[in-house]
């Protein structure tokens, strides 16, 4: 005897379903099932580590913050991915087959909300609205930074002033002739003079360099040259502090080794660029070498990597303390110090603290006999320079750096690359000759990864 499946509805509440349409309804909640239990099944057994993807979903955000243009957008991506983790979390509250895909949907979209947010509050907090139109004004204002570019003939300051009309405090950026820049110009000095300010300048190029942008975010209302004298009203209260040093510094090196060599060492032992001449500027730039001028990944960890075999290999020559204490422990916080004082001493740009981040977790993979170089080392870096500078994101600087790192790491974490350079019983010619090929590869693919 057949028994029907069809659900039953009671008299008076409607008429029945169709048996072909009670089938399509639940030909469509087994896909969705099925769908589901798929999605569970890549995300319990995927290959790959997860938690790397909270970055990328991360940066994703702060991504669609710069590609949507108005606050209401903004704040319809945060409601939906707020809405989807609710929602996933409601819907396998008590189902434990559907927790990993639960757990991935949470996180992945209250971490994009984040990256949005975080961008968001960034911008508000820093974001300076520039001034409406060219003027020459007098200015008074506080100096907060002073920035040599003897190669220009000027002197750059970022002053602190007032508004004439608003009385709004606004930050400034001057350009003063090097001829009228007198050493009481420092940090903290308050100073007088007339300029010409304009609004920062917009792409001169449909996604060309965007000053504007990079003006918001550093806070700066308009940038302009000095007209005339620059009067010292009152010299800074404290002499010193890192800035002062790191000219201190350039200049001695200059003062040893003279010409574009002495400029170009200046650049790599405090960060001071002004030096450098146009000439030398466009043969590095041309010869496909200008990165190296910026102190980024390169030379943090030159830097660290000196610091720490040097520690270890004195601290193994004094067979007490090899004895008592674990020596990779100890050249890695003394690295580390070496790496953090030079960032701070070359200005503590973005590129410089971005490779500072990474190569400090790399140490404490040494120290504690983890692997030093993974996606996961590289996505903590990532997410811990977007979270201080989110803008960061869209510059060239940011994503060429972490691209060439993917690269490499990808590469020698694939098995094909594991295999052929796992050790084995070989003539010491054949070991170098797979070192030379593998050095090889690792130039094609960060070529690959940066061509873009």
């Not at 938690?51 to 590609?67: D, N, Q, R, S």
């Amino acid at each position: 005897m057949a028994i029907s499946t069809a659900p039953l509805v009671p008299m008076g509440e409607g008429p029945e379903l169709p048996d072909a349409a009670v089938q399509r309804t639940w030909r469509k909640a087994v896909r969705l099932s099925s769908l589901a239990d798929r999605a569970e099944h890549f995300v319990s057994h995927a290959g790959f580590d997860r938690a790397p993807w909270l970055t990328v979903a991360f940066a994703t955000g702060i991504g669609a913050w710069f590609l949507l243009a108005s606050p209401w957008q903004w704040s319809a991506v945060i409601g939906l991915a707020m809405l989807a983790a609710i929602a996933a979390a409601a819907i396998w509250r008590h189902d434990a087959g559907r927790s990993g895909l639960r757990l991935a949907i949470v996180s992945l979209s209250l971490a994009l909300a984040g990256g949005v947010g975080a961008v968001w509050v960034k911008s508000g907090l820093v974001g300076a609205e520039p001034i409406e139109r060219p003027v020459v004004s007098v200015i008074e204002g506080r100096v907060l930074d002073r920035q040599e570019q003897a190669a220009e003939g000027r002197v750059r300051l970022i002053l602190a002033i007032r508004d004439a009309t608003s009385g709004a405090a606004r930050k400034v950026r001057v350009n003063v002739p090097l001829e009228q820049a007198s050493g009481e110009m420092t940090e903290g000095a308050i100073v007088r003079l007339r300029a010409r300010l304009s609004p920062p300048a917009p792409p001169l190029v449909p996604g060309g360099y965007d000053f504007a942008r990079r003006a918001w975010f550093d806070g700066l209302a308009a940038t302009g040259s000095a007209i005339g004298p620059v009067s010292v009203l009152e010299p800074a209260l404290r002499q010193g502090g890192l800035a002062s040093l790191q000219r201190s510094l350039a200049g001695h090196v200059r003062e040893r080794v003279t010409g574009s060599e002495g400029a170009i060492a200046a650049a790599f032992a405090s960060g001071d660029r002004g030096s450098i001449t146009e000439a030398d500027d466009v043969a590095m730039r041309d010869s496909g070498l200008t990165h190296l001028l910026s102190i980024s990944g390169v030379h943090v960890s030159a830097v660290i990597a000196a610091a720490y075999f040097l520690m270890a290999k004195l601290l193994a020559l004094w067979p007490w303390f090899a004895l008592r204490f674990r020596i990779p422990l100890v050249a890695a916080g003394a690295a580390a110090m070496a790496g953090i004082g030079y960032t701070l001493l070359t200005g503590a740009e973005v590129p410089t603290v971005r490779s500072c981040i990474g190569a400090l977790l790399v140490l404490a993979a040494l120290a504690i006999g983890r692997e030093p170089l993974s996606i996961r080392m590289l996505a903590v870096a990532a997410f811990a320079v977007l979270l201080l500078w989110p803008e960061a994101l869209i510059g060239p600087s940011f994503q060429m750096s972490f691209a060439a790192v993917l690269a490499i790491v990808a590469l020698h974490e694939s098995r094909p690359v594991k295999a052929f350079l796992a050790p084995r019983e070989e003539w010491w010619l054949s070991r170098q000759g797979r070192r030379l090929v593998m050095l090889v590869v690792t130039g094609l693919v960060i070529e690959a990864a940066l061509t873009p």
